[in-house]
């Protein structure tokens, strides 16, 4: 080995040292050791605490720290790049290869800081950017994987090749031999033993050898796929920006490379672990219905495992653990996790991934109706940052009108006007704060209306801002939209449901919820199963302890189309379908009389779509699991994770319900229109429920 690249091995295994210290939450030693260099590994090191600390933290001065950076490890990597054509190749790559992937890193994160804006223009760098590195990663993917990633392991690999998450079958996957992991842990290809003839000069390296090699073939993998799922997850409004560019993306070979990159042991198998998560606990949370839930959490857990193993004191990893947990519906199991990563003993420098705990803390036990400690901590998230302290007021505030404690809530609304101001994206409020002041002057409004002043409003609400979000917002997934840049919108009970907050909860946890919003009048005409009948008493039903005497608990159409969706999702959730629908479509007549939840229809639509899979899933299933052979022979397919064949009927009965859903998604979409509150969080969802369609016809076409 030359004296040159020994130099640049050693300076490759420092900032790995500091990478290390980073991801176990050894904050102020990750910087340290960045900071004693000034090579190109640890200037881009230098940024990428700094990017974390912005995407993380949520902090503006940060953004601008990160974009700086950045910028100069950008600069770095360039140099080298010119450098390295007058050296001899410190690998089996051609001369500089190690340096363009540097640079496309430094590119690719670069663009997205300034999505971190999260303003339209800032968008518009950010598609610059990216598109800058296009013809990069493009250069550097045909360079490391001339024959493509379908025979390189994934980190839950087993008897096939792993497929894309979420977006098709293990039917259609190509058979091959399960790859054994190398002795430095990560996994080799099969591809040359397959003796697949190469289509030019460039030598097909199926294993990497030594650091330098593993950086650039994980390194291509990650940013090859970390730029088309960017572009794939982009708005509406900006991805029609992308047909000016020319750039069509690939969401299944973004996954499929973001898993390979995974398997690898380097810096960049952590942030495409990292990476999928968010993706996946997204996918786990918006879609509302997924394909093949049990593989999206044998790939979660498989990514989490490695990672935790690797850095047990991580607070990222150990966020994911509690994800999965919750998903998995063990909500008590995840709220453990995340009580003992906050433990006073463990190391908490990097307090921006702490927050995520904090909050996934504070969701949980909300999920769990533990209203009164999910208040003090989401009152406690205002201590640890200073990103918009009205919508933590907010919430904290809903878990108290929960509690009928409405003291407490009213001083924290009277607190929400003097913070409302202080946070700003590009000279505009928050999308968040600017729902929090419509649904505050609506409170107002109701209590003038009902006692001719708007003083203590916080005793006319019913539906509270706590209720309806019998799960968690996940603040990681609000990390994935830094990540995958789209308007962040959120706040109250009524934004829980865009997170899909009702699909994991327990069946007593649902009845509690039925009980409380069927008590609130006027009564239902419909009915729910899960509840016994009312009392009836000489002039009709007797009224709930749960309503005011003398009033109309719910006296706008907007809280009562509000009422019937969250009974709608939260019966679903039970299984109970035919009420659900009942309930939904009820939600769905109300876009002709409300006036301020104009989001409402369309989300009904959309619930109603994912009612439809539900149901045929329940009732349908995967047909005969002894039809297929469970020894690897004949075919079959894998439906939620169950090995079965379908026969003809149940196959045109699918398709229908395929049909109908799409309609339902449709109406959903014309329904909400960017003039209407939360358009684009719902456009995202219904994109990513249209992958799982799509996913799920095919498992049903290859049955």
Same mark, same amino acid.
């Given at each position: 080995?030359?004296?040159?690249?020994?130099?640049?091995?050693?300076?490759?295994?420092?900032?790995?040292?500091?990478?290390?210290?980073?991801?176990?939450?050894?904050?102020?030693?990750?910087?340290?050791?960045?900071?004693?260099?000034?090579?190109?590994?640890?200037?881009?090191?230098?940024?990428?605490?700094?990017?974390?600390?912005?995407?993380?933290?949520?902090?503006?001065?940060?953004?601008?720290?990160?974009?700086?950076?950045?910028?100069?490890?950008?600069?770095?990597?360039?140099?080298?790049?010119?450098?390295?054509?007058? !050296?001899?190749?410190?690998?089996?790559?051609?001369?500089?290869?190690?340096?363009?992937? $540097?640079?496309?890193?430094?590119?690719? $994160?670069?663009?997205?800081?300034?999505?971190?804006?999260?303003?339209?223009?800032?968008?518009?760098?950010?598609?610059?950017?990216?598109?800058?590195?296009?013809?990069?990663?493009?250069?550097?993917?045909?360079?490391?994987?001339?024959? =493509?990633?379908?025979?390189?392991?994934?980190?839950?690999?087993?008897?096939?090749?792993?497929?894309?998450?979420?977006?098709?079958?293990?039917?259609?996957?190509?058979? !091959?031999? @399960?790859?054994?992991?190398?002795?430095?842990?990560?996994?080799?290809?099969?591809?040359?033993?397959?003796?697949?003839?190469?289509?030019?000069?460039?030598?097909?390296?199926? @294993?990497?050898?030594?650091?330098?090699?593993? $950086?650039?073939?994980?390194?291509?993998?990650?940013?090859?796929?970390?730029?088309?799922?960017?572009?794939?997850?982009?708005?509406?409004?900006?991805?029609?920006?992308?047909?000016?560019?020319?750039?069509?993306?690939?969401?299944?070979?973004?996954?499929?490379?973001?898993?390979?990159?995974?398997?690898?042991?380097?810096?960049?198998?952590?942030?495409?672990?990292?990476?999928?998560?968010?993706?996946?606990?997204?996918?786990?949370?918006?879609?509302?219905?997924?394909?093949?839930?049990?593989?999206?959490?044998?790939?979660?857990?498989?990514?989490?495992?490695?990672?935790?193993?690797?850095?047990?004191?991580?607070?990222?990893?150990?966020?994911?653990?509690?994800?999965?947990?919750?998903?998995?519906?063990?909500?008590?199991?995840?709220?453990?996790?995340?009580?003992?990563?906050?433990?006073?003993?463990?190391?908490?420098?990097?307090?921006?991934?702490?927050?995520?705990?904090?909050?996934?803390?504070?969701?949980? $036990?909300?999920?769990?109706?533990?209203?009164?400690?999910?208040?003090?901590?989401?009152?406690?998230?205002?201590?640890?940052?200073?990103?918009?302290?009205?919508?933590?007021?907010?919430?904290?505030?809903?878990?108290?009108?929960?509690?009928?404690?409405?003291?407490?809530?009213?001083?924290?609304?009277?607190?929400?006007?003097?913070?409302?101001?202080?946070?700003?994206?590009?000279?505009?409020?928050?999308?968040?704060?600017?729902?929090?002041?419509?649904?505050?002057?609506?409170?107002?409004?109701?209590?003038?209306?009902?006692?001719?002043?708007?003083?203590?409003?916080?005793?006319?609400?019913?539906?509270?801002?706590?209720?309806?979000?019998?799960?968690?917002?996940?603040?990681?997934?609000?990390?994935?939209?830094?990540?995958?840049?789209?308007?962040?919108?959120? =706040?109250?009970?009524?934004?829980?449901?865009?997170?899909?907050?009702?699909?994991?909860?327990?069946?007593?946890?649902?009845?509690?919820?039925?009980?409380?919003?069927?008590?609130?009048?006027?009564?239902?005409?419909? @009915?729910?199963?899960?509840?016994?009948?009312?009392?009836?008493?000489?002039?009709?039903?007797?009224?709930?302890?749960?309503?005011?005497?003398?009033?109309?608990?719910?006296?706008?159409?907007?809280?009562?189309?509000?009422?019937?969706?969250?009974?709608?999702?939260?019966?679903?959730?039970?299984?109970?379908?035919?009420?659900?629908?009942?309930?939904?479509?009820?939600?769905?007549?109300?876009?002709?009389?409300?006036?301020?939840?104009?989001?409402?229809?369309?989300?009904?639509?959309?619930?109603?779509?994912?009612?439809?899979?539900?149901?045929?899933?329940?009732?349908?299933?995967?047909?005969?699991? =002894?039809?297929?052979?469970?020894?690897?022979?004949?075919?079959?397919?894998?439906?939620? =994770?169950?090995?079965?064949?379908?026969?003809?009927?149940?196959?045109?009965?699918?398709?229908? !319900?395929?049909?109908?859903?799409?309609?339902?998604?449709?109406?959903?979409?014309?329904?909400?229109?960017?003039?209407?509150?939360?358009?684009?969080?719902?456009?995202?969802? !219904?994109?990513?429920?249209?992958?799982?369609?799509?996913?799920?016809?095919?498992?049903?076409?290859?049955?």
């Amino acid at each position: 080995m030359s004296h040159f690249a020994h130099d640049v091995k050693r300076q490759l295994e420092n900032a790995t040292r500091g990478f290390d210290e980073l991801f176990n939450n050894e904050l102020e030693d990750a910087r340290k050791t960045f900071d004693e260099h000034t090579s190109p590994f640890h200037l881009l090191g230098a940024g990428v605490v700094a990017f974390l600390e912005a995407a993380l933290g949520l902090e503006a001065n940060m953004v601008a720290e990160a974009s700086q950076a950045l910028a100069e490890s950008e600069t770095s990597a360039k140099n080298e790049v010119r450098a390295a054509k007058i !050296v001899p190749s410190t690998t089996r790559f051609p001369a500089g290869t190690e340096w363009e992937l $540097l640079h496309s890193d430094a590119v690719i $994160l670069h663009g997205i800081s300034h999505a971190l804006s999260e303003s339209y223009m800032g968008y518009l760098q950010c598609l610059y950017a990216l598109n800058s590195a296009h013809s990069k990663f493009t250069k550097l993917y045909k360079t490391v994987y001339p024959h =493509g990633l379908d025979h390189f392991a994934t980190p839950s690999s087993s008897v096939t090749s792993s497929r894309a998450p979420s977006l098709h079958s293990q039917a259609s996957s190509s058979r !091959v031999s @399960t790859p054994k992991s190398t002795r430095s842990g990560f996994f080799s290809r099969f591809g040359s033993s397959l003796g697949i003839p190469t289509a030019d000069s460039t030598p097909v390296i199926s @294993t990497p050898e030594g650091s330098l090699e593993e $950086l650039i073939m994980s390194g291509t993998a990650f940013g090859y796929g970390m730029f088309n799922l960017v572009f794939s997850l982009l708005p509406a409004a900006i991805r029609n920006v992308v047909g000016f560019f020319g750039f069509k993306h690939d969401r299944k070979v973004a996954l499929r490379a973001l898993a390979v990159s995974a398997a690898h042991n380097d810096v960049h198998s952590v942030f495409a672990g990292l990476t999928l998560m968010t993706y996946y606990g997204v996918v786990l949370l918006l879609s509302g219905y997924q394909a093949d839930e049990r593989h999206i959490l044998k790939q979660y857990r498989a990514i989490v495992d490695r990672l935790d193993e690797r850095y047990p004191m991580g607070s990222l990893w150990i966020l994911n653990r509690a994800k999965i947990l919750r998903m998995s519906y063990d909500t008590l199991g995840a709220i453990k996790v995340l009580r003992d990563g906050l433990k006073p003993d463990r190391s908490h420098t990097f307090i921006q991934a702490d927050a995520l705990l904090v909050f996934e803390l504070a969701w949980t $036990l909300l999920s769990q109706r533990e209203y009164e400690e999910a208040a003090e901590t989401f009152l406690k998230m205002t201590e640890i940052n200073s990103w918009s302290h009205a919508t933590y007021y907010f919430i904290a505030a809903g878990c108290f009108i929960s509690l009928k404690n409405y003291e407490r809530a009213q001083k924290l609304f009277d607190a929400i006007p003097d913070v409302l101001d202080k946070k700003k994206i590009g000279g505009k409020d928050l999308p968040t704060e600017v729902f929090i002041k419509k649904k505050l002057q609506f409170y107002k409004d109701k209590q003038t209306r009902l006692t001719g002043s708007e003083n203590y409003y916080a005793r006319c609400i019913r539906i509270s801002p706590a209720e309806g979000t019998s799960g968690y917002f996940d603040r990681a997934a609000l990390f994935s939209h830094r990540l995958f840049p789209q308007p962040r919108l959120f =706040g109250d009970s009524e934004l829980g449901i865009f997170w899909n907050t009702h699909s994991r909860i327990c069946e007593d946890v649902a009845r509690q919820h039925i009980e409380e919003l069927m008590g609130y009048s006027p009564p239902l005409t419909i @009915t729910s199963p899960l509840l016994p009948p009312s009392p009836r008493g000489p002039d009709g039903p007797e009224k709930s302890p749960i309503s005011t005497p003398g009033s109309v608990d719910l006296d706008t159409p907007d809280e009562q189309a509000i009422r019937a969706l969250l009974l709608g999702i939260v019966h679903r959730t039970a299984a109970e379908y035919d009420s659900s629908r009942q309930f939904l479509n009820e939600a769905h007549r109300s876009h002709h009389s409300v006036r301020t939840s104009t989001w409402v229809a369309g989300v009904a639509c959309f619930e109603l779509a994912v009612l439809e899979l539900k149901e045929a899933e329940a009732n349908l299933g995967p047909g005969s699991s =002894g039809a297929s052979s469970l020894n690897g022979q004949g075919t079959g397919i894998v439906i939620n =994770g169950i090995d079965g064949v379908m026969d003809d009927a149940k196959k045109d009965k699918w398709f229908k !319900v395929f049909e109908v859903a799409h309609n339902h998604l449709d109406a959903a979409l014309a329904l909400a229109p960017q003039s209407v509150d939360l358009s684009s969080r719902l456009d995202t969802r !219904v994109a990513m429920l249209k992958d799982e369609i799509a996913s799920k016809r095919e498992m049903v076409e290859t049955a």
